[in-house]
């Protein structure tokens, strides 16, 4: 069930209308159906997969809050990890560890083994619901959350169904206390939330899915392979996966809102960072502030040294990059970013100062990182790079220039308005007149020039 098709918007609307008229309770066991339908639309055999890991860790959190410091505690966290990151990495890297297996093998000469094993498909979101039942697992191990006793609060924590399939990762803390307590309607709220889900259906429609046909064309060979062609379709793809991912983010936050919960933000303006630590601050904040408080900080942080803070940097950026898809593409896209944030690190400790060139460098960098993160394969990325030296000049590439100007300046118009003034969405501290006009012309841009053809959401693939 895709956020931006008719049957996502039917099935909201009729949640919407039903919940407002149950009282709470009955509201959580009736969101939480609705959540198991809509993740059960693909395919009900994943729905089973993921109830499972969601009554082990509901079981396992209680027994480790009952358990006194100690051996036992240490243990019950570990068979919660065993379990979570087992069923995800069988599911999500199966096949790539075999297929990296198989190729190693060819490459020694070793040919006449037969490697046969059936394909895994990926559940859907399972990636993202799983990092909210480890989060959920470690904090109350850490004493820091009180394990919920209600079976029903705690699957309506993992598989609210705006967040369920992409995230944001909600955070126990953050989301867990509004699954408890009453909710009651509020008009601004509501509003909030149409306005998100208006405002994240124009970045997808328009943003993302046009810039979709410049990436597409140039990463499938379309557009030739030169300088420009490279840079076309490496700044689209830039602006495709933001409008896409920060679409999704704004419905998924949008939808929320209608049923009275409150999301955390997923994106700051990151084109607009300093350097790359800043845009880390900016983009998938969900995810790079777990990937901070789960894996970097107990890694040690910056606090063991200078070597072992690179070390951290690279091991998190690496498992970073690994947590995207099982593909060496998505590692080095990683490590592309682990060795940039530990350069910036480094001549930051040095007393340089950072420059306005930064930010150039920035954008460069990611623009790179973006190749290895798109394409294909690992030789189709080093084809691509190296394409970069030839300067050849087609009339095409001037219309698709211009093209991308004008859909990457539309975002940025919004992000400046966003960064400015320090909102949520375009026009939130203005009159209602403001965002009403704003969704009112937006709403007409997606009727008349929305791509033709639909592109699934980037993220829902991992």
Known sequence: ?????????LFLILVVFLYWRLKWRR????????S???YGW???????????????????AIRIAEQAPGTRRRTLLIISLCVNFGILGFFKYCNFFVDSFASMLHMAGVHSIPIVFLKIILPPGISFYTFQ?????????KGELQPSRSFVDYGLFITLFPHLIAGPIQRPSHLLPQVQRPRSFQEKAFFDGCVLIISGLFRKTVIADGCANLSNAAFEGRLGANFWATLIGVYAFAWQIYGDFSGYSD???????LLGFHFMVNFRQPYFARNLQDFWRRWHISLSTWLRDYLYIPLGGNRKGLGRTYFNLMTTMLLGGLWHGANWTFVIWGGIHGVWLSIERFFSRSGEPLSWFSRILTLVVVGVSWIFFRANSLG??????RST???HWEAQYGPELLFLVVLSGAMMLMDYRLEAYGEEYVFEKEQIAAPVCACAVMTVLMVAYAASETNAFIYFQF
């Not at 693909?42 to 396992?60: A, E, K, N, P, Q």
């Open 27 to 34: 509201q959580n066991v009736f969101l939480l159906c609705a």
């Open 389 to 391: 030296a030839n300067f």
């Open 42 to 60: 693909w395919d009900w055999r994943f729905l089973l997969l993921m109830i499972f890991s969601t009554i082990v860790d509901y079981l396992i």
């Open 380 to 385: 189709a990325a080093l084809d691509m790079l």
């Open 133 to 141: 039942e480890v989060a959920y697992v470690v904090d109350v191990y």
């Open 36 to 38: 198991y339908f809509f």
């Open 251 to 257: 419905i998924a936050r949008g939808s929320a809102q």
């Open 1 to 9: 069930m895709l956020f931006d098709t008719p049957v996502y918007f």
